[in-house]
């Protein structure tokens, strides 16, 4: 049997998941803690990335700046290995990881990869707020 075309995914008839190639990848958008997160899928790799916080403002919050400012320079080393973190322009903190996904993969995989990736920014979210990155 020929597989079906769901949005970027060609699905098998045992419901094997494979990324079709396309200009963009398959993407998935969510939300963890009210934070947002995407999740790219390729042929072998997910892809995951989280606005996990920002740096408050002068105007708001200008007390809380230098303790979230030290927060965010120590969280590269806090992170698992093959996570990153960076600080945007605009002063969002994004954490991001990579992680290899079998091809062709299922539904159930690739939740599985979110959820493990959720669950691990938690600590991360924690230490944000705590130090008033929020």
């Given at each position: 049997?020929?597989?079906?075309?769901?949005?970027?995914?060609?699905?098998a008839?045992?419901g094997?998941?494979?990324?079709?190639?396309?200009?963009?990848?398959?993407?998935?958008?969510?939300?963890?803690?009210?934070?947002p997160?995407?999740?790219?899928?390729?042929?072998?790799?997910?892809?995951l990335?989280?606005?996990?916080?920002?740096?408050?403002?002068?105007?708001?919050?200008?007390?809380?700046r230098?303790?979230?400012?030290?927060?965010?320079?120590?969280?590269?080393?806090?992170?698992?290995?093959?996570?990153?973190?960076?600080?945007?322009?605009?002063?969002?903190?994004?954490?991001?990881?990579?992680?290899?996904?079998?091809?062709?993969?299922?539904?159930?995989?690739?939740?599985?990869?979110?959820?493990?990736?959720?669950?691990?920014?938690?600590?991360?979210?924690?230490?944000?707020?705590?130090?008033?990155?929020?």
């Open positions: 049997m020929d597989t079906i075309e769901l949005g970027r995914f060609d699905v008839p045992d094997a998941l494979t990324p079709r190639r396309a200009p963009d990848p398959p993407a998935l958008r969510f939300a963890w803690r009210g934070r997160c995407a999740a790219h899928f390729d042929r072998d790799t997910i892809r990335a989280a606005d996990v916080a920002r740096i408050p403002s002068t105007a708001d919050r200008a007390a809380d230098p303790r979230a400012f030290a927060a965010v320079a120590a969280l590269p080393r806090r992170l698992p290995d093959g996570w990153h973190a960076r600080l945007l322009p605009d002063h969002r903190i994004r954490i991001e990881a990579e992680a290899p996904m079998d091809n062709p993969s299922n539904a159930t995989a690739l939740v599985a990869a979110l959820v493990r990736f959720a669950l691990a920014l938690d600590p991360h979210l924690d230490a944000l707020e705590a130090e008033g990155a929020l």
